[in-house]
């Protein structure tokens, strides 16, 4: 059984809150994006319809208040890598100032 490093865990973590806010901010950018094709209806003297329709009924919509609290969730989860790299560094500090 191998015992990961502190750092190898801190950057781990690093890794999974980026690919988490990458995950959160696409699902926050598909549920605030419109289908930007405006249809001119010919029977209304060249009025545009203004109906907003989703693009492919099939596809699934990501929940906006999901995605900002792990948008939120991804924050917290980098401050704390941060944190235990900060710590596994100032323990390797320790460590050479007491062999030096």
Same mark, same amino acid.
């Given at each position: 059984?191998?015992?990961?490093?502190?750092?190898? %865990?801190?950057?781990?973590?690093?890794?999974?809150?980026?690919?988490?806010? =990458?995950?959160? $901010? $696409?699902? @926050?950018?598909? #549920? #605030?994006?419109? %289908?930007?094709?405006?249809?001119? /209806?010919?029977?209304?003297?060249?009025?545009? /319809?203004?109906? &907003?329709?989703?693009?492919? %009924? /099939?596809?699934? @919509?990501? =929940?906006?208040?999901? $995605?900002? &609290?792990?948008?939120? &969730?991804?924050?917290?989860?980098?401050?704390?890598? @941060?944190? +235990? @790299?900060?710590?596994? =560094?100032?323990?390797?500090? #320790?460590?050479? =100032? +007491? #062999?030096?």
């Amino acid at each position: 059984m191998e015992i990961p490093s502190a750092f190898n %865990s801190g950057l781990q973590g690093l890794q999974n809150a980026r690919a988490t806010a =990458d995950q959160a $901010a $696409a699902d @926050i950018v598909a #549920t #605030t994006t419109f %289908s930007t094709e405006q249809q001119m /209806n010919p029977a209304a003297n060249g009025e545009v /319809n203004t109906e &907003v329709t989703k693009p492919n %009924s /099939n596809l699934e @919509i990501p =929940d906006l208040n999901r $995605a900002i &609290v792990n948008l939120k &969730v991804a924050e917290f989860q980098a401050k704390a890598s @941060i944190e +235990v @790299i900060k710590s596994a =560094d100032d323990a390797l500090g #320790t460590l050479l =100032d +007491v #062999t030096a």
